[in-house]
């Protein structure tokens, strides 16, 4: 095993007082050899480490390994190897407020920062000219929509109707799974709470590199402290549903996001136990996480929920809903729900789809990210491609006279997260050296959870943003 390790360049990554040290394991001699089969392999056994300090703190921390004490590892016999270290402790007059920068600086290289801006530049454009293109589309259609139905009134009512206007008395029917589709809701605005809180601790610098488990506690406790706003919202919007059971409303909320979470963490951790793996969460680990649950998220989402269903906020819909549908016209294959989903997910995935590179590197691989201000400018721009794109394909449908536009209109905010998805499959056989059960389920396990996140919490984005879209365009026009 540890000639096949120093045939392949392994190294080791140790932590001293948070900070990394890292070294190879062994050597191969190559000289004067041209057989593969006569090379030699030796592994280390003296580490040298050289450690700088100011008054009582460790500034600075590196490892040698010494070329001269060395195992001959080359024959298949068994060798008793005796590992030494040495310490060496050098004064310095470096502050300890300085030590993390030599680490943040290897991401924010010069040659890294380019990529980083031309990608968002490339993003910026993108977003730029689609959210032109589209704003000229829909300001120069609605006014030509809205000069023609004043027409419409002022002419004869006995024409044909056809158009957005039309199905002004379905456009606020309530959608089928009302229950599910405010869970959805929910979570998606939980998530995303979430998620700007974690950028705000990221960007005050809280989550300085090999500051370890520092963002894993984060999103444990600001996802146990945010349920309220889970419960406050899919309550509320259920009610304003008119939904008959809130209480299996609010359990279905809870179990939205963390059921499908649960279930993987369970069966991924027993993997881990099962290959003895240090990426088992001990069990203490376990309890801790089960507590916060059952003290903080469950009552706080109760709460948010008591709070969602006492709020009495009425739906504002500017156009009654008649009493029975009307039905939807034949639509051409492309305005299903899949194809259209394809053509959301496609551009805010082309926005952001350079920088997933980098953060599944420092996730998945060794690199470390500390570029927070690039990223939140790209998950800014993930939110505006995202909302201006579902704007767009709602309008298109409700022009078809199609007014099933709620469920339509999350599920193509969402399906960005369907893109990620794919590209893990890339990165896992194109960019990754993963391989084994173990690996290839924990990146599969986790990674799903995580698009799921995002797919939640960008379909909630998707369909606030057409909500106010649809309330918009049938507030302009006279409703009889």
């Known amino acids: ?19 990394p040290i890292w070294g190879f394991i062994g050597k191969v001699d190559k000289e004067g050899k041209g057989d593969p089969s006569e090379y030699k392999y030796f592994l280390y056994k003296h580490i040298q480490f050289d450690i700088l300090y100011n008054k009582d703190r460790v500034i600075e921390i590196s490892a040698r390994m010494d070329p001269h004490s060395v195992v001959d590892l080359t024959e298949d016999k068994d060798v008793d190897v005796e590992f030494m270290y040495t310490v060496k402790w050098k004064e310095t007059e470096t502050p300890f407020e300085k030590r993390m920068d030599k680490y943040s600086h ?32 829909l300001m120069r259609v609605l006014k030509n929509d809205f000069v023609k139905y004043a027409q419409d009134e002022e002419a004869a009512d006995d024409q044909e109707e056809t158009g957005w206007k039309y199905i002004h008395g379905d456009v606020f029917r309530y959608p ?26 990221a960007l005050v610098g809280v989550f300085y590199p090999y500051n370890r488990g520092a963002l894993f506690t984060a999103l444990v406790v600001i996802y146990a402290l945010t349920s309220g706003i889970a419960g406050y919202t899919a309550t509320s919007f259920y009610c304003q549903l008119e939904g008959p059971n809130w209480v299996r409303n609010l359990l279905l909320t809870g179990c939205l996001f963390c059921g499908p979470l649960f279930l993987t963490f369970c069966f ?76 959301a997910g496609f551009l805010p995935f082309s926005a952001i789809y350079i920088e997933l590179y980098y953060i599944f590197a420092s996730v998945w691989g060794h690199r470390i990210y500390t570029i927070y201000s690039i990223l939140f400018i790209v ?29 339509r209109s999350f599920l193509c905010g969402g399906s960005t997260g369907l893109f990620i998805y794919g590209y ?51 507030k302009s026009i006279k409703c009889e």
């Open 268 to 343: 991924l951790n027993t993997v881990a136990i099962a290959y003895n793996s240090t990426a088992a969460l001990p069990f203490g680990t376990i309890v801790v996480i089960f507590l916060i649950w059952t003290l903080v998220t469950a009552p706080l989402l109760v709460l948010g929920g008591i709070a969602g269903k006492n709020s009495k906020a009425e739906f504002q819909a500017p156009c009654r809903t008649t009493k029975y549908p009307r039905e939807i016209p034949p639509l051409p294959w492309y305005r299903s729900t899949v194809p259209q989903m394809a053509m």
């Open 379 to 407: 998950f800014i721009i993930l939110l505006i491609v995202t909302a201006f794109i579902t704007v767009a394909l709602t309008y298109f449908q409700l022009a078809a006279e199609d007014h099933e536009w709620w469920w």
């Open 424 to 474: 893990c499959l890339y990165y896992y056989y194109a960019r990754s050296d993963m391989s084994g059960f173990m690996q290839t389920s924990f990146f599969f396990g986790y990674m799903a959870c995580i698009c799921y996140g995002f797919f939640l919490m960008l379909g909630m984005v998707g369909f606030r943003a057409s909500l106010l879209f649809v309330r918009h365009i049938y």
């Open 176 to 201: 089928k799974h009302k229950s599910l589709f405010a869970a959805a809701l929910g979570s998606g605005t939980q998530l995303f709470t979430l998620t700007v809180f974690i950028f705000m601790l």
């Open 106 to 137: 290897s991401s924010s290289l010069p040659h890294h920062l380019e990529i980083h801006w031309f990608s968002i530049i490339n993003s910026c454009v993108t977003v730029l000219l689609l959210t032109g293109f589209l704003a000229t589309i």
């Open 1 to 19: 095993m540890f000639r096949a390790a120093v045939k392949k360049d392994y190294y080791f990554q140790m932590y001293y007082d948070d900070l």
